[in-house]
């Protein structure tokens, strides 16, 4: 059983910033990609980011440039740097981990953090 921990999330007014953190714990197997993905209010879920094993990154439009994605592959841990924080940035923010099982990849998800930037 994967269990991800998200802690960071809170309220921020427009051009601020917060960092989120997502460790994991349990019997992980084989991982490669660790990221983050966010839900907003009537919209679809979309990634926000994504890093794997070798340190590439998958930025989505809206983050690149003011939101930085950081792992640290020995303590299973992924963090999320958001900085010029905007009102449609507002929404659930959610880890997201792939593990391989009985050569399967599984997804496993953070219970989901709330980010609401308000002036």
């Known amino acids: 059983q994967v269990r991800l921990v998200e802690s960071g999330g809170g309220l921020v007014q427009p051009g601020g910033s917060l960092k989120l953190s997502c460790a994991a714990s349990?019997?992980?197997?084989?991982?490669?990609?660790m990221g983050w993905y966010r839900r907003a209010p009537g919209k679809q879920r979309e990634l926000v980011a994504a890093?794997?094993?070798?340190?590439?990154?998958n930025y989505a439009a809206f983050a690149q440039g003011r939101f930085t994605i950081s792992r640290n592959n020995a303590k299973n841990t992924v963090s999320l740097q958001m900085d010029s924080l905007k009102v449609e940035d507002t929404a659930v923010y959610y880890c997201?981990?792939?593990?391989?099982?009985?050569?399967?990849?599984?997804?496993?998800w953070g219970q989901g953090t709330q980010v609401t930037v308000s002036s």
């Open positions: 997201n981990l792939p593990v391989l099982d009985s050569d399967l990849w599984i997804d496993y």
């Open positions: 890093m794997n094993m070798e340190g590439e990154t």
């Open positions: 349990g019997n992980i197997g084989h991982i490669d990609s």
